[in-house]
């Protein structure tokens, strides 16, 4: 069965420095791996995905992740945090076998200090 | 505007009354589902709905109960609500894609059950 982990419930940073956001998955094939953001108030709005392409993927608001197999991670980072990036974040992960089902970690609140 | 679209928003209500929540997409897609999140904000997939034929009915009181009377809309009724109810709940959509296909989500309905 499919799983995410992500480590750290909370995480704070200052702004204007690195945004680090970890993600671990399980997965008896190969994935699909996807991180959402949450802002306030909000539904959940696609970061970028993971789709057995490249494994460095870009996503908006200069958020990006990378795919690494042996560690089976799959972690977001964003060179210099700004304010606007406080939200929750969402790690998680499908595959062709679970069809439609998609499986959530339990969400990173980012807290973004000034 | 494209979108997902559920409403109401917020919703309050006494214990043992019964709601419901709509959700519209007109993005075209086959596929809606219903998420609950709870107040520590873990996502829990309830149903998800493919082309009007139910997919996905995960270990949800019978109390809920979907209605797809089409591709582009899924409905969720609650009957008896109770205080473990009180949640926000989520529409989502995504195209046909067998999980490659990201997640769309509407701003949420916030249900509070006194």
């Known amino acids: 069965a499919q799983s995410v982990t992500q480590l750290g419930s909370h995480v704070s940073v200052s702004e204007g420095a690195l945004v680090l956001l970890r993600c671990n998955y399980s997965s008896s094939v190969p994935p699909y791996l996807f991180w959402y953001v949450q802002y306030p108030n909000q539904g959940l709005q696609l970061l970028l995905k993971y789709t057995s392409a490249a494994t460095l993927v870009k996503g908006i608001n200069g958020f990006e992740a990378e795919f690494k197999k042996s560690e089976t991670s799959f972690h977001l980072t964003k060179p210099s945090a700004h304010m606007s990036d406080a939200a929750e974040y969402f790690c998680a992960v499908s595959d062709l076998n679970t069809g439609n089902q998609f499986y959530f970690g339990t969400g990173t609140s980012l807290t973004v200090i000034p | 505007d494209t979108a997902v679209s559920q409403t109401p928003k917020y919703l309050v209500t006494q214990m043992g009354n019964d709601k419901s929540i709509k959700c519209e997409q007109n993005?075209?897609?086959?596929?809606m589902y219903w998420y609950k999140q709870d107040s520590k904000k873990f996502l829990k997939i309830m149903f998800s709905?493919?082309?009007?034929?139910?997919?996905i009915n995960e270990t949800v009181p019978n109390r809920f109960s979907p209605k797809s009377p089409d591709k582009a809309h899924l409905n969720l009724h609650i009957n008896s609500l109770e205080l473990g109810d009180s949640a926000v709940y989520f529409c989502?959509?995504?195209?046909?894609?067998?999980?490659?296909?990201?997640?769309?989500f509407g701003n949420g309905t916030r249900l509070t059950v006194t």
């Open positions: 709905y493919n082309n009007k034929e139910l997919i």
């Open positions: 989502a959509s995504s195209p046909p894609g067998q999980g490659i296909s990201p997640l769309h």
């Open positions: 993005l075209g897609h086959d596929t």
